[in-house]
């Protein structure tokens, strides 16, 4: 963290020790556990980011907005609507990995159905930050305040650093996830190779020789058909 991250974030947080002590827990991922982490973050943002009353964190899977983690209902109510539309604030700030903020929510003309419903829910103004990591836009942070233009460039730098957290804590998840279906698809792969070996007196490049064809000739990876000939025993 620059000198200057560190001004903006102790400017905005007043100093707080016990801020900084619930950021520090907020970044502990133990095994790689993503929920509990992002949930973690997004109550952070809520009680460093003082003019924010919720915060949510989103996913962007195939172009379409998840909701991961998110402290109250208006939230979810707003990403739910968001889907619906295919448009907004935080499906923007993924998409395009830019950080949008909305002033006020009673006279945005960008997202005119979005910014009605939020209004109806009291939500005044919002600040929507991208999550993103090796140029891989990842999902969004998105701040709700009751009040208008209530997110100053601090509050911004500040929700960069903590969206930046979260994007670490996915890519990590993300990492460990494909490790551990890695290690899978290898044993499983294995056990079907063990079987033709056994079956067939062949060696083991032989038996891998056998699967790979399979899973040429049908367009099917090859873990799946090894998967398939273990539970079966039918290769095709």
Not at 22 to 31: E, F, G, T
Request: glycine share 8%; proline share 4%; charged share 25%.
């Amino acid at each position: 963290m620059s000198g200057s991250d560190q001004q903006n974030l102790m400017e905005v947080t007043g100093g707080s020790a016990e801020s900084l002590e619930i950021l520090a827990r907020a970044l502990h991922v133990k095994n790689a556990e993503l929920e509990p982490t992002l949930e973690a973050i997004a109550s952070t943002a809520v009680t460093m980011i003082s003019p924010a009353r919720y915060a949510a964190l989103t996913i962007l899977s195939r172009g379409e907005l998840i909701p991961r983690a998110s402290t109250g209902q208006p939230p979810l109510l707003l990403d739910r609507l968001q889907r619906k539309l295919g448009d907004g604030p935080c499906i923007h700030a993924a998409k395009y990995q830019s950080v949008f903020r909305i002033e006020d929510t009673g006279g945005d003309d960008r997202w005119p159905e979005f910014c009605a419903e939020a209004a109806r829910l009291e939500v005044r103004s919002m600040l929507c930050v991208p999550l993103w990591i090796d140029e891989r836009g990842l999902g969004a942070l998105s701040l709700y305040a009751d009040q208008a233009a209530a997110f100053s460039d601090p509050h911004e730098r500040v929700a960069v650093l903590l969206a930046t957290f979260a994007a670490l804590a996915l890519a990590e998840a993300q990492r460990a996830g494909q490790m551990h279906d890695a290690l899978g698809n290898r044993g499983i792969i294995g056990q079907a190779k063990g079987i033709l070996m056994e079956r067939h007196r062949i060696t083991a490049d032989a038996a891998f020789g056998v699967l790979s064809r399979v899973s040429q000739a049908e367009n099917v990876k090859l873990a799946e058909i090894a998967r398939r000939f273990v539970e079966t025993g039918e290769l095709g």
